[in-house]
């Protein structure tokens, strides 16, 4: 046994994973299509080490997603559409084109002396060179080439900082916040009305509005809504618990009693 593995044996071992004399009888029926999910679950496992800080846990997530994209490249290479190698030259060349002030050579290895750059120039080289790649795969336009498969609120971002870059944007946060609060009224005249679609709609729109305030206080939709989903974990388990000491459950209590032991565990956080 090696004292430190390599990629070449990772590679090694998903290969006799989807070997047919041997292999694993589960690796051996994924897709492509099959395995899209786990892709996405390990993309959140480590955001979450991140936001934990766990770094030793997050050496283990990176490790997981990694297995990912070495899955895929096994898939890839059965069918002849891609391999790893493959994968590595296509994401190398990528990252030279839009880095050409670091790169000015274009090579990994020529010579890139280059001159000194700010962070707003690097953003906007950035951006113009993956428009220029985006027309060149046919994705032209403003909102071109966004993901459809991205969670809804990081597409929602997406859209609006797309948007936002050719002026369609508001000036500042107080447009923002009036929309919010023009969007609500709509939605709760459309709740009145008993219009259920219409509700949905406007729901929807106040979402989108929701996304764009987090975009102009520069915070990301998806994070703030995963740091709320554990702050009514955590303070929802703290009611439960404080209930189970009783010998109830949250069912057998009013809403009162769980208004009440809600605040309990709020101010006990503060």
């Known amino acids: ?91 190398v060349r990528k990252l030279l084109r839009r880095h050409p002030h670091v790169f000015p050579s274009g090579d990994l290895y020529g010579d890139n002396r280059a001159d000194a750059i700010h962070e707003a120039q690097v953003k906007e080289n950035w951006e113009l060179i993956k428009a220029g790649e985006r027309d060149a795969k046919g994705e032209g336009g403003t909102l071109g080439g966004v993901a459809l498969g991205l969670p809804a609120l990081t597409r929602a971002a997406k859209l609006q900082k797309r948007a936002a870059r050719v002026g369609f944007d508001w000036p500042s946060i107080d447009g923002v916040l009036a929309k919010i609060e023009e969007e609500l009224a709509e939605l709760r005249e459309a709740i009145a009305a008993g219009d259920r679609e219409h509700a949905r709609e406007e729901l929807g729109d106040l979402l989108f509005s929701c996304v764009n305030a987090a975009r102009h206080l520069k915070v990301d939709p998806e994070t703030a809504l995963r740091h709320c989903n554990r702050k009514f974990e955590r303070r929802f388990n703290a009611v439960e618990a404080e209930l189970t000491q009783q010998g109830r459950q949250p069912a057998d209590a009013s809403l009162d009693e769980l208004d009440k032991l809600w605040d309990k565990a709020k101010d006990a956080e503060d």
């Not at 090694?12 to 897709?31: F, H, I, S, V, Y």
């Open 1 to 91: 046994m090696p004292d430190k593995y390599t990629v070449e044996d990772l590679l090694n071992l998903m290969a006799q994973l989807r070997n047919p004399e041997g292999g694993c009888p589960w690796d051996l029926k994924q897709t492509f299509a099959t395995i899209v999910p786990s892709t996405i679950e390990e993309s959140y496992e480590v955001a979450e080490a991140i936001e934990a800080e766990d770094y030793e846990h997050l050496q283990e997530e990176l490790g997981d997603l990694l297995f990912q994209v070495i899955f895929y490249a096994q898939l890839g290479r059965e069918v002849g559409h891609f391999d790893f190698p493959r994968i590595v030259d296509t994401l």
